[in-house]
């Protein structure tokens, strides 16, 4: 029962802001409900745009209290001033100046969007359109200025004042008031803009950048957190030394901030020196955080960090280019991480991300292009395929140009768009300009939606020796529509190992491209039947179709060069077991011991030289796998159970090397903690270990992992136990999590893992469960990690229980969205895209997910984004 109709923002419609902005200078005079806010623009017409316009500025819940032309007060005829605008009909042909004066309430402000309290800290959030929330502006990316800000506060309530840009000036204020001036030189749009101020702690650094600049980091923290930020500060050092020398880019600004809040929407916001980040990607402890905290607080620093030059320094010109910088950013994190890292074991992650995440956005009805071409609420466009895809289109650029190439083409793109608002156009266009290669066709990747498949079909000519693969590729919705130029990276494998000998004349560097509708390459001195390794390192986001024996996947998983692929291998016979225990209420026997032992061969070979890829390969596809390969009428209790079996059957058949591996990986007592990936690794198998040894045999699981919760000196194995005890029901599971609990009080962001734990238990009580924890004492349904954690975990990870046939998993979800939709209707948004593949459930599901749809529709009121993302999920229905 929506009312108002909302306005769709087009790509087409774009044209250039009618006026420009050159500085802002802001005074913000904080107070908890009243904070004033005085904004000095100067403002001119742009030549590019209609002479003579009006002036138009962005509003958003906005009170105005004062306005002034060149410093005389505007007469109440000369504007008009809504909560949404301010319009001036007739301003000045030439240059003026307009100070604007509002009124705003951090504490009321509940969307964490533009100015808000967070745990009593003064921060702000401005992209995508925040900063219309503290002052009437142009709010949008191509109109960039000069940014002063001045921020005024109680000394007690905030003897922290941050700004963007250098520290200029500070002191007292008036009565227990003082005063910080923050200069920023380098023009920046309004969503970079930001300011903090509240009882911070620090740790800080000096970095020296290759062009000679000592820059000073330092992390801020609520108080009394400062001991776990040292990580983050040091990530910061070593995203800045990476991006100096794998892209050449150092930083341009004396100081460098990150200040951690608690209440925040998304995971990190890059603003111009002043990076804002969601607390669990900064606080990090052996007691408190796991391998994978650590590994995400790397990546997110650097991401926010890259950032300096793949969004501020050069913007987007509008939010249509949105990845433009995210997917550039997102690639260059993944890159940073690798170099840190272990590459393969990183690019295995990046992919089940994909998979996991964009695959079934791009299959459900929320798919949409890279670069997306229409929208109503553009903070439901920071996507998987936006940030994820988008990465993936870089990757394959690099792939085609070649490393060199590509670095070439990225200095050029720094070069020429520095200080602009640029476009995906701009960005191929350096990379064709030094590589000389025609981008056109390849541009396609960012209009199609949808994940194209690759059919292959493989031919080995004893006589001759030779090979042929024939490809065809095809893309769901767009059948007729011109092919994608597609990398496939591959190679040849035989019984003993790589076929080294066998090449192909369209095979440059280990890539073939696809770029027609269908096509073939000839292998020749093929001197047995091979098994093809494609799309090695996953070369492109497509999904591969080949009929593909167990025996030759297997394989692959011993002899393949290519460690993605290796991995692959396993992964596919997994899944084709899966498939067929799902489908056939048993997963075939014979096929499922063959299984075993090639990974038992393979544990004994590999898993003491490499825990965190064997980790990895012992990890078999999860149930949301499952059910996006089956794609259709799916039963998540069918797939649950085939999945259980696999796993107790392969835990049954490897529990003597598990339990051997185990003891094998174990630190001697008094190792020191290390957060590295060597470290991480062996505590990955080590768990992955007990997980399967736990599906066979509970009981003794159990009592292992009780007697590891006792002695874990990390999260990581701490945790890890305690998800093994939350699979078995009973008394020494409630007492864990009790345990857990008690011992973590006063620890949200660990309190965040032992709700998420519970809200994944596969049992017909855990709705009711859920419904105690959001009255437990440490649940916030203001909080967007506390809802993460208990709702999100839920709807997202406990597939049999989310989606139960009585419809009462989709209840517990919609009343949650409806709540939060009148408070923080993006994380309201964001919960209701569990419903996008709904269509894909077997009906008697699909039925009660459509009840539980149509039940928000009725709502009266509902917000733009929850009304954005319900009309997408339910249309054509
Ligand atoms: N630009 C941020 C990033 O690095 C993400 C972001 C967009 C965001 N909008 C936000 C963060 C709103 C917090 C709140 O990816
Ligand atoms: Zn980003």
Redesign the pocket.
Known sequence: MRTETPITIRLEDYRPSDHLIGTVALAVSLHPSATRVRAELTLRPNPAGRPGAPLVLDGDDLTLTGLALDGVPLPAEAYVATPTGLTLANPPAGPFTLTIETVVDPTANTKLMGLYRSNGVYCT?C??DGFRRITYFLDRPDVMAVYTTRIEADRDEAPVLLGNGNPVEAGAAGPGRHYAIWHDPHPKPAYLFALVGGRLDHVRRDFTTSEGRTVELAVYVESGKADRAGYALEAIARSMAWDETAFGRAYDLDVFNVVAVSD???????NKGLNIFNDRYVLASPETATDSDYAAIEAIIA??YF?NWTGNRITCRDWFQLCLK?GLTVFRDQEFSSDMRSRAVHRIGEVRTLRARQFPEDAGPLAHPVRPRAYTEINNF?TATVYEKGAEIVRMLRTLLGETAFRAGMDRYFTDNDGTAATVEDFLAALAATSGRDLDAFARWYERPGTPRVAVQGHYDAQARSYRLDFRQSLAGAPDGPPLVIPISLGLVGPDGPLAGATAERVRDGVFVLDRASDAVTFTDVPVPPVPSLLRGFSAPVRLDMDVSDADRLTLLRHDSDSFNRWQAAQAVAMRLLVQGTRSGAVPETAATAFRDALGAFLDAEALADPAFAALVLALPSEADVANEIGAEIDPDAIHHARHALRRQLGAGLAERLRGLRDALADAPGTPFSPDAAAAGRRALRNAALDLIAAADPEAASAEATAQMADATTMTDRLAALAVLAQVPGEAREAALERFAASFRSEPLVLDKWLAIQAGIPEPETPERIRRLQAHPTFSASNPNRVRALIGSFSMGNPTQFNRPDGAGYRLVVETILALDRTNPQIAARLLTAFGSWRMLEPKRRGQAQAALTEIRSVAGLSRDVGDILERTLAGS
């Open positions: 959030q992209e995508a925040f929407n998304m995971g990190a916001m890059e991401h926010e950032h995210e920071y």
